[in-house]
């Protein structure tokens, strides 16, 4: 992936609304390239109802990132930062939940969007596009502590009998090298995905091999237990085109495939 030249010098300030895993990366690739970057969340500078606080960095910051989902319906961010939203360069970390179920078939960011069950993260999506923003649509993720390799060492991994489902995932240093290449593009909806959607049976199954342990059974959605949040996971199939972001942000996967994230993870 060709390198971004990230400026660094008085402006170059980041304040991310929902300070947590997947920005938390973005933090971190930024920060050790010379930006400063604050925001709100648990292991954040500020709370999110500090208004004074926040609404002063917001001032101060060149670029602002939201990775806040909808709650109770609405964006929290836009409902009460809205009109200080101003800036430059606005991101936000939407989902690949947004196309609903295609019954695997691919889509790219021209497909319908709003038809499926987030309804309310659909709507969140559209409005920080009117806003402007870069919009960040990002499929599972997966990364350091947060893996199908921490899942089968810890007895929590399925294997699902569902035939032909298929999702597409992505390591959470690419959302953010992604959100990086995305500073000297236009405002717009991007796919953030890797390059080869398959089953989760499948990453599962490659998991265990690295680990040297046998696969969990193959169940029904029944059988295993899961959530309903889990349940919903497996309701929707569909393979995410990412040509736009290599296209428009000269973006490539550093893990074009799970079995290279899977790899990486494992050697530490």
Not at 13 to 42: E, K, N
Not at 140 to 147: D, E, M, V
Not at 181 to 191: D, K, L, S, V
Request: net charge neutral.
């Amino acid at each position: 992936m060709p390198a971004v030249a990230l400026t660094i010098d008085a402006m170059a300030r980041l304040f991310i609304f929902g300070l947590g895993y997947s920005a938390g990366f973005v933090a971190q690739r930024l920060r050790g390239a010379g930006w400063i970057v604050s925001g709100t969340g648990s292991t954040a500078q500020f709370a999110f109802d500090d208004e004074a606080g926040v609404r002063a960095e917001l001032a101060r910051a060149s670029h602002v990132l939201s990775s806040v989902p909808p709650v109770a319906g609405e964006d929290p961010v836009l409902a009460r930062y809205g009109e200080a939203l101003d800036h430059g360069w606005l991101g936000y970390l939407s989902s690949t939940g947004v196309y609903g179920d295609t019954g695997g078939a691919w889509v790219d960011e021209s497909a319908p969007t709003g038809g499926g069950r987030r309804s309310a993260r659909s709507a969140a999506d559209a409005a920080w596009l009117a806003k402007g923003a870069r919009v960040f649509r990002l499929p599972g993720i997966y990364g350091p502590g947060r893996s199908p390799l921490d899942r089968v060492r810890g007895g929590a991994a399925h294997r699902i009998d569902l035939p032909g489902q298929v999702f597409s995932r992505i390591h959470v240093d690419d959302i953010a090298a992604g959100v990086v290449a995305a500073f000297t593009a236009p405002p717009g909806a991007y796919n953030l995905a890797d390059d080869l959607p398959c089953s989760q049976n499948a990453v599962i199954e490659e998991a265990a091999r690295l680990l040297g342990v046998p696969p969990p059974p193959l169940q029904s959605l029944d059988e295993a237990g899961l959530s309903p949040a889990a349940r919903g996971f497996y309701a929707e199939n569909r393979r995410v085109a990412n040509g736009k972001a290599k296209r428009l942000l000269g973006w490539r996967p550093h893990y074009p495939t799970y079995r290279e994230g899977l790899r990486a993870l494992l050697a530490g």
